[in-house]
């Protein structure tokens, strides 16, 4: 059974830095994508950034050059470094893993994992 775990939400004063990060666990062969979502209320999810398996990385412009999404593959673990964090990125964010190889009975499979959400509140 594969699972997502992702921590380190809290409350920050505008201008300050948290760190996320989100491990898989279970049998896993492979990861391709790995990523960041968010939702703030009354809003739909968002793409933050994302980090293939080789290391390319792509971010929403509304985050490029405060935020740095790095993986450590061989713990199949992403990470989100947020600097600079304004008010307008209180959201609960979401880490995705895309095409996780994995076993099952009848053989390989390639599914799409989520986390269970972190609170990022941003405020003074």
């Known amino acids: 059974q594969v699972q997502l775990v992702d921590s380190g939400g809290d409350l920050v004063q505008p201008g300050g830095s948290l760190r996320l990060s989100c491990a898989a666990s279970?049998?896993?062969?492979?990861?391709?994508?790995m990523g960041w979502y968010r939702q703030a209320p009354g809003k739909e999810r968002e793409l933050v950034a994302v980090i293939t398996n080789g290391g390319s990385t792509n971010y929403a412009d509304s985050v490029k050059g405060r935020f740095t999404i790095s993986r450590d593959n061989a713990k199949n673990t992403v990470y989100l470094q947020m600097n600079s964090l304004k008010p307008e990125d209180t959201a609960v964010y979401y880490c995705n893993a895309d095409r996780v190889q994995y076993p099952t009975t009848y053989g390989r499979r390639w599914s799409s994992f989520w986390g269970q959400g972190t609170q990022v509140t941003v405020s003074s």
């Open positions: 279970g049998t896993i062969f492979s990861i391709d994508d």
